[in-house]
């Protein structure tokens, strides 16, 4: 069975948003922590982020979300993705605390790469860019799964699945041991139907955002078609 990744955005609204996606059939919770200036993150993204910083949501109120939404699902996998320097403003150590406390399963630091802060549990990524020897390293320091980023950009939706992604994934799968989820530019049944095809899991993050600005019933019924499209394979 393929993995079903979905992001979220870190909102008061995001625990009942959540439920709505694994009632769809979502297998991991991403629930992004916002930050000023995140480099990754193409305009959705970056614009979910905003609203929720002017809505109030700090580092204390994303971890108050995290806690409620482990409550409303308390089996689905949880992991917040931010960025390095909301870890240090915040405090390594005590950030690592105070996500595993309020129900993290990992984390994922999108600007930190393997071999820097390596106490810290997380999630890893590589690109199309990587070396094979970065790949491998990512691979070992990975806690349990290696996040293929399929194309070289932001996130977003694309036209078309990145034809990058098949030569990553051959890659990696040589060089490293832990499950493989691709995500970035993936946002259609088809896409995540194309990428499952080459990799064990897809993530799926400025779509998701957009049908949950539309609400539980429509973000469900969305991650729904995904999984459909993932269970024929």
Same mark, same amino acid.
Request: hydrophobic fraction near 45%; aromatic fraction near 6%.
């Given at each position: ?7 979220? /955005?870190?909102?008061?609204?995001? @625990? ?36 929720? &910083? ?19 699902? @308390? ?31 990992? /984390?994922?630091?999108?600007?930190? @790469?393997? +071999?820097?802060? @390596? ?60 499950? &493989?989820?691709? +995500? ?20 799926? +993050?400025?779509?998701?955002?957009? /049908? ?22």
């Amino acid at each position: 069975m393929k993995t079903l990744v979905i992001y979220l /955005m870190a909102d008061p609204e995001t @625990p009942e948003l959540a439920r709505a996606a694994v009632d769809g059939g979502a297998d991991v919770v991403e629930i992004g922590f916002p930050f000023s200036d995140p480099l990754a993150d193409g305009p959705v993204i970056r614009r979910a982020g905003e609203r929720a &910083l002017a809505r109030g949501m700090r580092t204390r109120e994303c971890l108050e979300v995290l806690a409620r939404t482990r409550r409303l699902v @308390p089996e689905t996998p949880l992991i917040p993705m931010t960025y390095s320097s909301l870890l240090e403003a915040y405090g390594w150590d005590r950030f690592a605390a105070d996500v595993e406390s309020a129900g993290a399963t990992s /984390m994922i630091v999108a600007d930190l @790469p393997a +071999g820097e802060r @390596p106490e810290v549990r997380r999630v890893q990524l590589v690109a199309p860019t990587s070396t094979d020897e970065r790949i491998a390293y990512a691979g070992e320091q990975t806690d349990g799964w290696l996040y293929l980023v399929a194309l070289t950009g932001t996130t977003g939706a694309r036209g078309d699945l990145s034809p990058a992604l098949g030569g990553l994934v051959e890659r990696a799968r040589r060089l490293v041991a832990a499950p &493989l989820y691709a +995500g970035f530019g993936i946002s259609t049944p088809e896409h995540a139907r194309a990428a499952a095809e080459l990799a064990d899991g897809v993530v799926v +993050g400025s779509r998701a955002v957009q /049908m949950a600005d539309e609400g539980p019933v429509a973000l469900r019924e969305y991650v729904a078609s995904l999984r459909g499209a993932l269970d024929i394979l």
